[in-house]
């Protein structure tokens, strides 16, 4: 069998190519799915810009009384159905789903579609949205912002003020020690098996994500790594081995090819040292990666 899927990235920085298509596919071998990675294709956009647009329809709906082609109603309706298939994943009746579903405390904030299970620490000041699930024995630290249909754990620590975005998975064995940005995906600690009976959960590795990395859209990180401080690691990458701090990943597999600066701008090297052309900070480097002067 083959599944096909794609992966839409856009980057409203860039002067040209905003928006890339990737028409990625995945071969089953057996019980294993392979992943072919395909070439982006770039998707001619509108000069127009996108939310100036929007407000002219919506005020164009008032003043004609029209209905607006998205309303508060179609949200319901969307929020819904996506409670509904949490509700079936987990396997709860629908008269227990409410009961369990809202679990808000004055110190932080959960979405009535979120399930947050017991024995779950969550720190002031910390946002779960829509549908996202924090399994059992999981940590959140302070001001973390976890985005809609978000799974977390189980046995999962997360630092502080980390931004988790969309439909995101952090598998039991990953540590977030703070201050990081996650984008779309991280496949967490993972092993390749023949049968699904074999045992494999007593040889996870732990995963580690140090304080300030950046995760791009779609990356893969294999289990056992480590991601050092502030390092960003591009979209679509598969890390096969450990990045040092304040180092810029691309390619598949992913590969050291520059090195960032804490305000997220590339460096200047010179040798052994780097300069930032944005806020001038200094860097010289050392066996773990790039360290501010």
């Given at each position: ?238 890390v096969t081995k450990d990045v040092p ?20 701008v590339k460096l200047d090297v010179k ?23």
């Open positions: 069998m083959v599944g096909d899927q794609k992966m839409a990235v856009f980057d409203d920085l860039k002067k040209k190519d905003k928006l890339l298509l990737y028409p990625h596919s995945i071969q089953w071998k057996g019980q294993i799915p392979i992943a072919n990675r395909a070439e982006a294709q770039s998707v001619e956009v509108g000069t127009e810009e996108p939310l100036k647009q929007e407000c002219e329809h919506f005020l164009a709906s008032v003043r004609n009384r029209q209905r607006p082609r998205t309303d508060g109603e179609e949200g319901l309706r969307a929020l819904s159905v996506l409670q509904r298939c949490q509700e079936a994943l987990e396997g709860i009746p629908r008269t227990e789903a409410k009961a369990v579903a809202l679990k808000t405390s004055p110190k932080w904030f959960a979405h009535e579609s979120a399930f947050v299970d017991d024995g779950v620490q969550i720190g002031e000041g910390t946002s779960i949205w829509h549908t996202s699930h924090i399994l059992k024995g999981s940590r959140l630290g302070k001001n973390c912002k976890i985005g809609q249909n978000v799974v977390v754990g189980p046995h999962v620590t997360v630092g502080n003020g980390v931004k988790i975005q969309n439909n995101v998975s952090v598998y039991e064995g990953i540590s977030l020690r703070g201050l990081n940005t996650l984008v779309n995906t991280i496949d967490g600690p993972q092993k390749t098996w023949s049968s699904s009976v074999t045992p494999w959960m007593n040889e996870l590795r732990p995963t580690l994500v140090k304080r300030g990395a950046t995760l791009g859209a779609n990356s893969t990180i294999l289990c056992g790594i480590t991601i050092g401080r502030y390092a960003l690691v591009g979209a679509g990458r598969v701090d304040h180092a810029l990943v691309v390619g598949n597999p992913g590969r050291v090819t520059g090195w960032m600066c804490l305000c997220g040798g052994e040292k780097a300069t930032c052309p944005t806020c001038g900070q200094q860097y010289r480097a050392e066996r773990t990666g790039m360290t501010a002067i």
